[in-house]
């Protein structure tokens, strides 16, 4: 098993969701953010998300949008994205990492280097928030080849027909947005959100996590106990942009990372 199945497996065991973090690389500095990706798997962090910063967002709320710019501005790059996830690796080899954004910067890189260079600086599995499954297919065979997931998204305006699409070559898990807009935005409700997950977990053995609007431990409590994976981001990058130069603020940051992972033990998997 790569380390995404594993991981799930091990929690499955355990029976509980797993906790997934996402940062923007480079914000608000590759150095700063380094340090921060080093301590997320110790504040609880099952499986991490990093951002890859675009000049053009379209799915990201205000706080994305605004990590995206610091992190271009400090001079973030694909290339340095993946240096980060080699020095990351360095003492982390069971994490597993997950790289979400736009389809031009990996298709600018060149699919079938890109998959090679992901997978030998330590990446897992792939997001791309702007290429839908239909147009996928060179990008997840370049994946493919070397051993990484290529992650689908899911919408609540989905049904079983499109579902089936999007399962269609899908592999590692299942990322639900629990709500119809950008990242950042208002919690999703619990009913309908408890109505999809089932049908998705009907239709495949995949795990499926939900991302989008969770933004309290309460929050993360409910999500993870009607799903696989609870996605947090928005609210952990805005406490990451307050983290200085000499890591003031860094403690505040960790320890409410930790109130969040802190949640889902009360909270088992379905």
Do not use: W
Not at 79 to 93: A, P, W, Y
Not at 183 to 191: L, R, W
Not at 210 to 216: N, S
Not at 252 to 266: C, D, H, I, R, Y
């Amino acid at each position: 098993m790569n380390r995404i199945e594993q991981k799930f497996q091990t929690l499955k065991d355990e029976k509980r969701s797993a906790f997934m973090t996402f940062i923007m690389a480079g914000d608000p500095d590759y150095v700063r953010c380094l340090d921060v990706l080093k301590s997320l798997p110790d504040a609880g962090a099952d499986i991490i998300e990093l951002g890859m910063p675009f000049s053009d967002p379209a799915a990201d709320g205000v706080t994305i949008q605004l990590a995206g710019k610091r992190a271009l501005e400090a001079g973030m790059t694909l290339k340095r994205i993946l240096q980060m996830v080699r020095e990351f690796r360095s003492g982390d080899t069971e994490t597993p990492i997950i790289l979400m954004g736009y389809a031009n910067l990996v298709y600018k890189y060149g699919l079938e280097l890109f998959a090679h260079d992901a997978r030998e600086s330590g990446v897992d599995g792939l997001l791309i928030v702007d290429l839908p499954p239909e147009e996928d297919k060179d990008l997840r065979c370049s994946l493919n080849a070397e051993g990484l997931d290529i992650i689908r998204l899911i919408t609540p305006t989905a049904d079983k027909e499109r579902l089936d699409v999007i399962l269609d070559g899908a592999s590692g898990f299942l990322y639900y947005v629990s709500i119809t807009g950008i990242t950042g935005a208002a919690g999703a409700d619990v009913q309908d959100l408890e109505s999809h997950v089932k049908m998705i977990k009907e239709a495949t053995d995949l795990p499926v996590a939900v991302g989008f609007g969770i933004k309290t431990p309460e929050d993360v409590a409910v999500t993870g106990s009607i799903s696989d994976g609870v996605i947090v981001g928005s609210v952990i990058v805005d406490k990451i942009k307050d983290i200085g130069h000499n890591g003031e603020n860094k403690e505040e940051a960790m320890t409410f990372v930790q109130s969040l992972s802190g949640a889902l033990p009360k909270a088992l998997s379905v």
